[in-house]
């Protein structure tokens, strides 16, 4: 039993008289049993206020590199194999999640490094042109001074389907030195908590600016008291979850939302040539089997140019290949009744439609559904098939065009919710493709094989990262030349 919860020092008496509820969690044959605290106003209202008060008395006065310091300090602990909380992650978050044990330990290694010292330094120069303006007021090109101000609450509704991306949002609001009051999704609770206590062992102080809770989504009066006492939300879910909120968030309050977007990758004829094909297969398997296409920077589709050595169709069985090979290394987890029954009775249908035309082919695992490719010829005159929706874990449509910047056809459906493209192509071709991506309301272009991946910096949901965060102070350029008039030592 593990007591899966964040809180201040000073609240820890109001907690440890609370009633608890476990959270049982079984895969892989091991069970997880987690402890968690049942909320009442009284507790949410107390631990806002504590770390609120400790924002503004200690995490406020500190400068950004102080910040950036401890970050560092925390993530070089978690790169540590032997670090003792990574081991506990490892060993809790597969059971979980049902995600293998090895794809999980792969993912915080390479996920934990980009949070460096140098890649933290950049999420910020990427957003401010100086980094100093979050520090102290600093001279404008056109004149006066400004200086950016992190709010002084920011409460995250965190996302539970990918292990560990809640610390993209806790990240953001701790260079911002914002108080940080975080609810954790019910399907992962754990690793926000454990990055919390890293944080404790290297600057206390800064540790008790920051509370990570839990509670079932709707609890309206828990919502609206937290909401209403934050400067601004931050919430990740699908678009049922995330208009639930919106409503509950108060028109004071900046509300940040990250809804569900739909991703996609591309190949050009060039990624089929002879000596690359199985290379690309490979990569391609890689986006797609990747914590079972649960992210939204997973591929639903990928569309394959004719006119290389192989067709699309070959590769759609070289990438079946490729995830039967994935599969055997990093095996999918284990299916609900309702993923599994939507994977089958889409099966079903696209067999029956197989029968009867040439132009589909059904590609599956044997005897289980680990992973499903569709190859399957599309006719843009008709609209409802379009962009062909997956049912998720590890199920992918490839479909065949002439010119792949034919594709603007197939997803016009989509404009609007476009996240990542995964993209392989020549260096001729790279600038066309790019700016027909850009002109369709793509967010992030990155290379196939990386889209599960993205780099530090990066502009989710088309967005800055920091920068919508923060209240800027303009001091104009009148104050500074009027002020001389009233300088006692001026002649």
Known sequence: MYRCYFIPNQCKDLF????????VFENHGEKVELEVPELTPEMVSHVIETIKNQQQNYLRTLKTNDVIEVMDQAVQKWLNPQY????????????????DKEMVRLYISRYFRQFRKEKLQRMIDEDFPNPLIL????PRK??????????ELITHIFSGNVPALPLWSLTAGVLLKSATFGKVS????????????????IDPQLAET????SWKGGEVDLEKLSFSQSNAVIAYGGKEAIDQIKEKVPSHVSFHAHGHKVSFGMLTKECLAATKVWRTAKLAAHDVSWFDQQGCLSPHVFFVERGGKYGPREFAEMLANEMENFQSIHPRAALSEEEQHAIVSQRSSLEFESFESKTM????????????????ELKTNNREELFPFSPLNRFITVIPVDNILEIKQYIRGIVGYIQSVGVGCSPQRLTSIISMLGDAGVN???????????QPGWHHDGRFHLADLVRFCDVESSLEDQMDEFDPYRD
Not at 135 to 138: G, L, N, T, Y
Not at 142 to 151: D, I, M, T
Not at 186 to 201: D, H, I, Y
Not at 444 to 454: K, N
């Open 84 to 99: 003792e909380l990574r081991q506990l992650a490892e060993q809790m978050l597969p059971v979980i999640t049902g995600y």
């Open 135 to 138: 520090d102290e007021f600093r």
């Open 142 to 151: 056109s004149g006066g001074l400004y200086r950016a101000y992190g709010p």
């Open 16 to 23: 440890e008289a609370a009633t608890f509820k476990t959270l």
């Open 186 to 201: 019910s399907s992962e609770p754990l690793f926000s908590v454990l990055f919390a206590k890293t944080l404790r062992e």
């Open 210 to 213: 920051i509370a990570i809770v």
């Open 444 to 454: 992030r272009i990155c290379a196939v094989g990386s889209m599960p991946h993205p």
């Open 361 to 376: 082919n059904l590609i599956k695992s044997d005897g289980n559904t680990v992973w499903t490719v569709v190859y399957r």
